[in-house]
């Protein structure tokens, strides 16, 4: 995929994100603990990863972590020993701690100590796609920057860059349509572009597919929503999810979500069972019919609605 064979590999590869680029290029040790927080795909894990380049620092010492999978105190305390520790590869090192927020609030309070003094030549950068699941104390430790969206221009920049080293040819119109629907998502540009860069495609077929794309990428999200539904949870935390939801995506996107969800399940390999399809169809048909007034106020009443349907009443 072209997100993951075309990642910057330097800050002159940075597209955009000026004001982080023109700070960090400059960074040199003694350095505070930086923090890069903004939504999915917008760079951040690609810049924590220039910055350990930039910085000089040798491939083996730079110690990429995904905190969600080493959320528990004692495997932070070890990871943060072994960075502290010298290394046969250089004398400088980073820690990347990404997704910071998936950290156990003890492992948050343990780097809490830790962070406030960094020994020189030694970095640290955190990703952070929830800022509000960090706790404020720590957040006070690092020198924050937002990851911003990036402009038409900038996407347009990356995606000629692209194009261009693939060898791929994208008519005017492919690129107009394709820069439009990923609402300045770098990641998602490239996630689509691989999939309409058949040159068979007609343009309602493209519209389609882009379309299915942008609902599919807020998918991860409306997902635990949809799981939700279908065990049968509480209605109170159903809503709960739902005005998590209402805050990030418009009604109408999150019902569409449901619907592509929904659709998907019934040609899973899971789903064998006659009555889950008859569930998952009428689950489908509420969802798609609840489309004709206010779009809040539907959605709101075919979740009610299906969640009541669910629990059989
Ligand atoms: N500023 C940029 N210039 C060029 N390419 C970019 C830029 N930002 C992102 N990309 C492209 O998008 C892809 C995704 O970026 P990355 O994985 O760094 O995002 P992220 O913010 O860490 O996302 P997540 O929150 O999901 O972890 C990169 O591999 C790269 O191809
Ligand atoms: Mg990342």
Not at 213 to 237: F, I, Y
Not at 267 to 292: A, C, G, M, Q
Request: a positive charge.
């Amino acid at each position: 995929m072209y997100h993951l064979t075309h990642r910057p590999s330097s800050w002159d590869e940075v597209v955009g994100q000026e004001v982080i680029v023109s700070k960090l290029r400059k960074a040199i040790f003694p350095l505070p603990p930086y923090m890069l927080e903004g939504g999915r795909g917008l760079g951040k894990t690609s810049m924590a990863l220039v910055l350990g380049k930039s910085l000089g620092i040798a491939k083996g010492n730079i110690i990429e972590i995904n905190c969600v999978h080493y959320s528990t105190k004692a495997s932070i305390e070890d990871i943060y020993r072994n960075f502290l520790r010298g290394s046969f590869h250089g004398s400088s090192k980073l820690l990347v701690l990404d997704e910071i927020h998936g950290m156990s609030s003890a492992s948050q309070q343990f780097l809490l100590k830790e962070l406030e003094n960094l020994p020189s030549e030694r970095a640290v950068i955190a990703c952070t796609t929830t800022v509000e699941k960090v706790i404020p104390t720590l957040l006070d430790r690092f020198v924050r920057y937002r990851v911003k969206p990036l402009s038409d221009s900038n996407l347009k920049i990356i995606l000629d860059k692209v194009i261009k080293e693939e060898g791929i040819a994208l008519s005017r119109w492919k690129k107009v349509l394709l820069i439009k629907s990923v609402d300045g998502n770098p990641r998602n540009l490239l996630t689509s572009l691989y999939k309409i860069e058949d040159t068979s495609l007609s343009k309602e077929d493209v519209e389609k597919i882009l379309e299915v794309a942008s609902v599919v990428n807020d998918g991860e999200d409306v997902l635990s929503l949809a799981k939700m539904l279908l065990s049968g949870s509480p209605w109170e935390a159903i809503s709960k999810e739902m005005t998590v939801l209402l805050k990030k995506l418009t009604p109408d996107s999150i019902r569409i979500a449901l619907v592509s969800i929904y659709s998907s399940r019934l040609l899973s390999r899971y789903v064998t069972d006659e009555k889950d399809t008859l569930e998952l169809t009428k689950v489908f048909l509420e969802t798609l019919r609840s489309n004709s007034f206010l779009e809040k106020a539907n959605l709101i009443l075919s979740v009610r609605h299906l969640y009541l349907i669910i629990k059989g009443e």
